[in-house]
């Protein structure tokens, strides 16, 4: 009997150990580049499973003139805010998978703004409209060793092009915006 007991509560003690609470970190920082631009971020926890995701970077545009023939390369600032719900953190910890870094799944709502500002210099004529995206979006994210990390990302959402004065847009100021995301990253 007495060895039944010692089996049953170790067997409990390791089921305990196993049960952790799974959660994001309380505020993770680092930088990340992907193939158009530059970004430093800070995710901060609001739940559990919830990380609220601060951006501030650079997006990149290659463009080219179709009379002229030629082609320009501007870096505008972007500003962004990301609830992001990593949903799949305890099936990790089950499954003994790092969740450390906010190494996960996840669901969000990507808010970016870019302000009429641009790094670079535009052909004649050509202004830049400053612009807002609200992006439903799914991604993954994984850390590679104790520092490096990589992120991917899909969805599809909404735009809006604040007008300026004396601008000529298209018919529409608002329509569809595709995220589609690819970063390196290091965490500090």
């Given at each position: 009997?007495?060895?039944?007991?010692?089996?049953l509560?170790?067997?409990?003690?390791?089921?305990?150990?196993?049960?952790q609470?799974?959660?994001?970190?309380k505020?993770?920082f680092?930088?990340?580049?992907?193939?158009l631009?530059?970004?430093a971020?800070?995710?901060?926890?609001?739940?559990n499973a919830i990380?609220?995701r601060?951006e501030?970077?650079?997006?990149?545009?290659?463009?080219g003139?179709?009379?002229?023939?030629?082609?320009?390369?501007?870096?505008?600032?972007?500003i962004?805010?990301?609830?992001?719900?990593y949903?799949?953190?305890?099936k990790?910890?089950?499954k003994?998978r790092?969740i450390?870094g906010?190494?996960?799944n996840?669901?969000?709502i990507?808010t970016?703004?870019h302000p009429?500002l641009v790094?670079?210099s535009?052909?004649?004529?050509?202004?830049?409209i400053?612009d807002i995206?609200?992006?439903p979006?799914?991604?993954?994210?994984?850390n590679?060793g104790k520092?490096f990390t990589?992120?991917?990302?899909i969805?599809?959402?909404y735009y809006?092009?604040f007008?300026k004065?004396?601008?000529?847009?298209f018919?529409?100021e608002?329509?569809?915006a595709?995220?589609?995301h690819l970063?390196?990253?290091?965490?500090f």
């Amino acid at each position: 009997m007495k060895q039944f007991l010692l089996a049953l509560v170790f067997t409990l003690s390791v089921f305990e150990i196993a049960a952790q609470n799974a959660s994001v970190e309380k505020s993770t920082f680092g930088i990340q580049t992907g193939f158009l631009g530059v970004w430093a971020h800070n995710e901060s926890k609001l739940s559990n499973a919830i990380a609220l995701r601060s951006e501030l970077g650079l997006d990149a545009a290659i463009f080219g003139e179709n009379f002229v023939g030629s082609q320009s390369f501007i870096m505008v600032p972007a500003i962004t805010l990301e609830p992001r719900w990593y949903y799949n953190l305890s099936k990790r910890v089950t499954k003994k998978r790092r969740i450390d870094g906010n190494s996960g799944n996840f669901v969000s709502i990507k808010t970016t703004y870019h302000p009429d500002l641009v790094l670079g210099s535009l052909p004649a004529n050509t202004v830049f409209i400053s612009d807002i995206t609200i992006i439903p979006t799914w991604g993954i994210r994984r850390n590679v060793g104790k520092h490096f990390t990589y992120e991917t990302g899909i969805g599809i959402g909404y735009y809006h092009l604040f007008k300026k004065d004396n601008v000529f847009l298209f018919e529409d100021e608002n329509g569809v915006a595709v995220n589609l995301h690819l970063r390196i990253g290091y965490r500090f």
